[in-house]
């Protein structure tokens, strides 16, 4: 996967990020990878089901990976959060 | 995997459905679905993350599924909701 298929999701609408998936396909390459944290799970999958039902009938999840990353908040503490990887592959 | 193993998601804290994950597999069975709609998806994935980081070392995700299922508004409208299905397995 080319670095550019990288689309991160985060508080925009989620007709953003489909565009956004969209053009990532039109630009060549196969697979698209959609990367959230935090409260913008929901979104990424709202992005990946969207773009699929309504967008683009030959577009399938390859792949779902979930993980945690270490930020440091405002205050200087660590904390984790959530992190969700979606791949997505135009057959 | 037997249907009293799966964990429905909502608006509570990550730690009570980290304990209904741990009672679930203490019950019997080596499985446990998490399943969330809309924004409680994000919870579910921190479930999974702060389960197995931090209780069951030997907890893995067997497998992540997600979907669209429609939903009846308050004023009686179709809408549809993005779905998630986590199933962790103990090894």
Do not use: H, W
């Not at 697979?31 to 683009?56: C, H, P, Q, W, Y």
């Not at 779902?64 to 503490?77: F, V």
């Amino acid at each position: 996967m080319s670095e550019e298929n990288v689309v991160y999701i985060g508080s925009k609408p989620v007709m953003n990020y489909c565009l956004a998936v969209l053009s990532a396909l039109q630009g060549g390459g196969s697979t698209v990878a959609l990367k959230a944290r935090g409260r913008a799970i929901s979104t990424a999958v709202d992005v990946a089901e969207v773009t699929k039902n309504r967008f683009m009938e030959n577009l399938n999840v390859q792949m779902i990976e979930i993980g945690t990353e270490k930020m440091e908040s405002m205050e200087g503490q660590m904390r984790n959060v959530s992190t969700i990887t979606i791949v997505l592959k135009k057959e």
